[in-house]
């Protein structure tokens, strides 16, 4: 397809409706960023960080529990500094690798409290040489607690970007760099709020709900095969 001829608007207008009409619980991260605002009102990077490193291969709803137990702990990262590995790995289980995270976030906040004040760094570049953190989390990071420029692409933006045929994509980096070429820059922060919950409920990896689609006119429905 075109990106010339790519309705973004009527995309975009489309699940934002959609999003509206439902009564569904936001993705975990976000809604662990509205739980953690601080006194500006801005969210706390911190808990942006944590929800977001434990969210990778996890579901929403361990997500959550996870991300609340282990803050409520360590509401910074001089407090989780000052846990035993073992004892993050128990607050975070069972969310998936979970020692592999309590690893992670042992030498985050050690970096942090060392290199940055005990600070999360608004930055891409500070953030992606943190352990454990890829583009994923470093733009989800700079969107939901910076307000900052970022494009968050995970496997659902992958998905459903190369399904709708916006673009043709192996990987969700990839998708990410092309998206940046393609996408309305007011789109970049939206896209992956609404295509999670898109893609869990509706635009599901086998046998998507193409009949109850906002989107179906804007799909070329590209490898899809069986749909509902």
Not at 29 to 40: G, I, P, S, W
Not at 47 to 67: F, G, N, Q, W
Not at 168 to 173: A, D, H, Q, R, V
């Amino acid at each position: 397809m075109n990106p010339k001829k790519i309705k973004w608007d009527a995309v975009f207008s489309a699940l934002e409706k959609w999003r509206m009409d439902i009564s569904a619980q936001d993705p975990s991260v976000n809604t662990v960023a509205e739980h953690y605002r601080q006194a500006d009102g801005a969210s706390d990077p911190w808990a942006v960080l944590v929800s977001t490193i434990l969210s990778l291969r996890t579901k929403d709803e361990v997500t959550l529990v996870s991300s609340r137990r282990l803050l409520e702990k360590a509401e910074g990262p001089r407090e989780l500094d000052a846990l035993k590995e073992e004892t993050v790995a128990k607050l975070i289980y069972p969310a998936g690798f979970y020692r592999n995270k309590a690893s992670s976030l042992k030498k985050i906040a050690a970096i942090l409290l060392e290199q940055y004040d005990g600070k999360v760094p608004a930055s891409m570049d500070a953030l992606l040489a943190l352990p454990g953190v890829g583009r994923k989390t470093a733009n989800l990071v700079l969107t939901e607690a910076f307000d900052l420029d970022g494009l968050c692409v995970d496997i659902h933006v992958h998905r459903i970007s190369n399904r709708c045929g916006w673009l043709s994509s192996k990987n969700p980096e990839e998708t990410e760099m092309i998206l940046r070429e393609i996408l309305p820059i007011k789109y970049r922060k939206r896209i992956n709020y609404l295509l999670v919950l898109y893609g869990q409920k509706l635009c599901r990896p086998v046998s998507p709900f193409c009949s109850r689609c906002v989107i179906y006119k804007h799909c070329a429905r590209s490898g899809v095969e069986r749909s509902r």
